[in-house]
């Protein structure tokens, strides 16, 4: 398996666009974790999924930014509009159920926005 | 409340021994991870501890005492590429089905 692939790996945008991030997770996990890290706060979960179900998003900072995951080999997240503030690293992450498993992470996408 | 804390960096001589400590406080532990994070990478997974005491695995071994609240991740025969952040990540039991809470990571520095 390839593991968790993001794209893309590097974003530059302007305020005011909107951003669309995507993830495809390990062939068979069954949870998809949206991550963002940054210096200052460190890595904060943002939103996850289950069976393709979003379960929490009391992460997402606000109504900006939203998730979807149609299928069980995709997910975006998307911000619109974008701010300088969402200047961050995005990762992508998935596991299998059993609570022991670790979660294997994608290579991330660095988000600037300008 | 839930808490991790670490310290914020720490530094090392090549082909010593590091221990990067952690203590958290959370009201329902379910399992501590250690995850290693390369400069400019993705966080990778290194250990699990679910019952108290030592998982060792190559160069790295993680401890862990739930009655303390504590682990540490202990690294021996120090090598260059070991420098990165180290992250511990503890389950609770109490946050949205079982989700991890991260600590902010202790970066170490290996010198030759």
């Known amino acids: 398996d390839a593991g968790v692939i993001q794209s893309p790996r590097h974003e530059v945008t302007e305020m005011g666009q909107e951003v669309t991030l995507r993830c495809k997770p390990i062939s068979g996990h069954d949870y998809l974790f949206w991550y963002r890290q940054t210096m200052m706060r460190g890595l904060e979960l943002l939103i996850y999924?289950?069976?393709?179900?979003?379960?929490?998003d009391s992460g997402m900072p606000e109504d900006r930014f939203s998730a979807k995951m149609p299928n069980a080999s995709f997910s975006t997240l998307k911000i619109q509009p974008s701010e300088p503030r969402d200047s961050a690293v995005y990762f992508c992450?998935?596991?299998?159920?059993?609570?022991?498993?670790?979660?294997?992470f994608g290579q991330g996408t660095r988000l600037t926005v300008v | 409340g839930q808490n991790i804390d670490q310290p914020t960096e720490m530094t090392a001589t090549e082909g010593a021994i590091v221990q990067i400590n952690c203590t958290y406080q959370t009201s329902g532990f379910n399992g501590l991870f250690w995850y290693q994070q390369h400069a400019g990478e993705a966080p990778t997974f290194l250990s699990y501890n679910v019952l108290d005491g030592l998982e060792e695995k190559g160069r790295f071994s993680s401890f862990l005492s739930r009655s303390k609240g504590y682990s540490y991740l202990l690294l021996k025969e120090l090598q260059m590429k070991d420098s990165a952040s180290y992250l511990c990540?503890?389950?609770?039991?109490?946050?949205?089905?079982?989700?991890?809470?991260w600590g902010a990571g202790t970066k170490l520095i290996i010198k030759p």
């Open positions: 999924f289950n069976n393709n179900v979003p379960i929490d």
């Open positions: 992450a998935s596991r299998h159920t059993p609570l022991n498993t670790e979660a294997f």
């Open positions: 990540a503890v389950r609770d039991k109490e946050s949205s089905n079982y989700q991890l809470i």
